[in-house]
């Protein structure tokens, strides 16, 4: 079955460091790829998609692009915030119904930024 | 600006206890899901519906039931509660010609 595999966490880095998150995938179609972002005591918001290969999906100056040769579709940041804190999900859906969305997630990476 | 509403929050519950945790959207979505957070594990999902009427069965949905007569509401029920079922549960929804799914806060629940 479809999978998502991210990099282990936690991630502590400092103010204005570079920031990459690793998600690797497995899927039997197309998927649309996302990553997702909890800060703590929220629920998951989205934070940016690629519905198609090549796509560049950014928001809030963090970028992922949807990589089909190597099944991958990183997140980057070029200079992180106190605020971005927070653990990130990769996702994918693959659902054969268009828009009726079952998503596979990844573990989840708790993120940390230090003054 | 309601979105996505999910209560209780926070839950504890016996061993053995049933209850039914509430989701409701005002977005006029067709197709509503649950899923669980576990530590390490990400979110897994549970149960989800295309529409009123029409439900169907997640990746783990042993021990939960569901229903929608409505498409504002979907609850989930605990049938017979189970320390395995301590998770945080999190309703979604999305149009079905859409690809952005809407999350709930969460609801925190504990089974001892």
């Known amino acids: 079955g479809d999978s998502v595999t991210q990099m282990e966490g936690p991630v502590t880095l400092s103010e204005e460091a570079f920031l990459t998150i690793n998600c690797t995938y497995t899927a039997t179609g197309y998927p649309s790829l996302f990553w997702y972002v909890q800060y703590p005591g929220e629920g998951l918001q989205l934070l940016l998609k690629?519905?198609?290969?090549?796509d560049k999906g950014s928001n809030k100056g963090f970028e992922a692009t949807y990589r089909k040769e190597t099944t991958s579709f990183h997140l980057e940041k070029g200079s992180v915030q106190v605020s971005d804190s927070a653990v990130y999900f990769c996702a994918l859906s693959d659902s054969p119904i268009q828009g009726a969305q079952k998503l596979v997630f990844g573990q989840g990476t708790r993120l940390t930024i230090n003054p | 600006n309601a979105g996505v509403t999910q209560t209780p929050k926070f839950q504890v519950l016996k061993t053995g206890q049933s209850m039914t945790l509430q989701c409701a959207q005002d977005m006029n979505h067709e197709y509503m899901s649950w899923y669980r957070q576990d530590p390490g594990m990400g979110l897994r999902l549970i149960h989800y519906?295309?529409?009123?009427?029409?439900?169907d069965q997640g990746e783990v949905p042993n021990g939960y039931n569901v229903s929608r007569s409505t498409t504002e509401d979907f609850p989930l029920r605990l049938l017979s509660a189970a320390p395995s079922q301590t998770s945080v549960y999190f309703c979604?929804?999305?149009?079905?010609?859409?690809?952005?799914?809407?999350f709930g806060e969460g609801s925190w629940l504990t089974v001892v």
């Open positions: 979604a929804s999305s149009q079905l010609s859409g690809n952005t799914i809407y």
């Open positions: 690629a519905t198609k290969a090549d």
């Open positions: 519906s295309v529409g009123a009427g029409i439900t």
